[in-house]
């Protein structure tokens, strides 16, 4: 699964930090619905616009999360099952799991990106969306490092 739809939280949190060259270096392609180019007002030449085309499945999903997050859910369910779903939101991710998506989050992607060489350690990465009040619960971070290999010991 080199495939991604992501969510305004990973790109405006990575945009906060200066890390949005990361994901070119994880995922091949890189999608996003028109409703989150609307929020993080991103342009690269990475990234692609991709309209939703059920709507009335936008509609029915915007009662239980926003319209970024339920645009993308969207877009993940049009497409195949080789696509990755990037969401943080705990809520956004409880629905798209119902939907049976393959889901990742921010912390995610950045163990992805060291598992596949793109950066050495996922600490300082992790620090500084802390800095840039990015919301990650400790626990994670905790589970993260571990995972990395970085916990302290």
């Given at each position: 699964m080199n495939r991604a739809v992501f969510n305004s939280s990973c790109l405006i949190g990575l945009e906060r930090i200066q890390q949005l060259d990361l994901?070119?270096?994880v995922f091949s392609v890189i999608l996003i619905p028109e409703a989150v180019r609307q929020e993080v007002g991103l342009e690269a030449d990475w990234l692609t616009v991709q309209a939703v085309n059920n709507r009335s499945l936008v509609r029915a999903l915007q009662a239980e999360v926003d319209d970024g997050e339920a645009e993308a859910i969207a877009l993940a369910l049009e497409l195949d099952d080789g696509v990755i779903t990037v969401l943080d939101d705990q809520k956004a991710r409880r629905l798209a799991k119902r939907l049976g998506l393959?889901?990742?989050g921010t912390v995610g992607v950045?163990?992805?990106?060291?598992?596949?060489?793109a950066i050495a350690q996922i600490k300082p990465i992790l620090d500084a969306?802390?800095?840039?009040?990015?919301r990650i619960s400790a626990a994670?971070?905790?589970?993260a490092l571990e995972l990395a290999g970085e916990a302290q010991l």
């Open positions: 994901l070119p270096q393959h889901l990742m950045l163990l992805r990106a060291k598992r596949q060489g969306l802390l800095q840039a009040d990015f994670i971070v905790r589970k």
